[in-house]
């Protein structure tokens, strides 16, 4: 069992910079691949970017390559999205969600197949 709670997010000029932490409980954080998703009122829930259990694969959607990166800290069980360029487009509550992978070198860009996830950290950007 992993729970998950994101911080870091707020309301942005369009053009700034967030950065997002997810910090996870659990001794085994370092066998899970992590995701980040986003999530609008009325709309389906649509990834952003994944990492494998050692922060060696990273996939991005089209949308946010270049802008967002996403990294880890297994010492400190954290994932981290840092998000530059912010465009209005952006503003989404952001979750984040862990999948046990052991050691596995693959981060599910789907949602359906992260079991776990945390609460949401709204991110608002102003144009």
């Known amino acids: 069992q992993v729970q998950l709670a994101e911080s870091g997010g707020g309301l942005v000029q369009a053009g700034g910079s967030l950065r997002l932490s997810c910090a996870a409980s659990?001794?085994?954080?370092?066998?899970?691949?992590m995701g980040w998703f986003r999530q609008v009122p009325g709309k389906e829930r649509e990834f952003v970017a994944a990492?494998?259990?050692?922060?060696?694969?990273?996939y991005y959607a089209e949308s946010v390559k270049g802008r967002f990166t996403i990294s880890r800290d297994n010492a400190k069980n954290t994932v981290y999205l840092q998000m530059n360029s912010l465009k209005p487009e952006d503003a989404a509550v952001y979750y984040c969600?862990?999948?046990?992978?052991?050691?596995?070198?693959?981060?599910?860009?789907?949602?359906?197949?992260?079991?776990?996830w945390g609460q949401g950290t709204q991110v608002t950007v102003s144009s």
């Open positions: 969600a862990a999948v046990f992978t052991g050691f596995a070198g693959r981060a599910p860009q789907t949602p359906h197949e992260y079991p776990y």
């Open positions: 659990g001794r085994t954080f370092s066998t899970y691949a």
């Open positions: 990492i494998s259990w050692s922060g060696g694969d990273t």
